[in-house]
Nanobody
Framework: QVQLVESGGGAVQPGGSLRLSCAAPTSVFSIYTMAWYRQAPGNEREWVATITSGGDTNYVDFVKGRFTISRDNTKNTVYLQMNSLKPEDTAVYYC??????????WGQGTQVTVSS
């Protein structure tokens, strides 16, 4: 059973920052594309950012310039640095590992709440 272990969520005021972490097994992390998704109450899960095994990144428009996805291959960990947080960023954030023709994996989710 592949487990993606997330951490780093919490409550922050608008304009604040949080960094999410997701640790994956070496067998997955080394060859999979890693991604972050989020799901707000009453909404469908939506894609936020992706980083390939080679380090190429991509972001949804509404987080560009505010969020940064990165990976530390020595720690098998992917990060999501979130700056200038807004109330509409409030959601459960999920780590995802994906690779064409292979099963994808999800973390358990971590709550991010942005409120004054």
């Amino acid at each position: 059973q592949v487990q993606l272990v997330e951490s780093g969520g919490g409550a922050v005021q608008p304009g604040g920052s949080l960094r999410l972490s997701c640790a994956a097994p070496t067998s997955v992390f080394s060859i999979y594309t890693m991604a972050w998704y989020r799901q707000a109450p009453g909404n469908e899960r939506e894609w936020v950012a992706t980083i390939t095994s080679g380090g190429d990144t991509n972001y949804v428009d509404f987080v560009k310039g505010r969020f940064t996805i990165s990976r530390d291959n020595t720690k098998n960990t992917v990060y999501l640095q979130m700056n200038s947080l807004k109330p509409e960023d409030t959601a459960v954030y999920y780590c995802n590992a994906q690779r064409r023709y292979f099963p994808q994996y999800w973390g358990q989710g971590t709550q991010v709440t942005v409120s004054s």
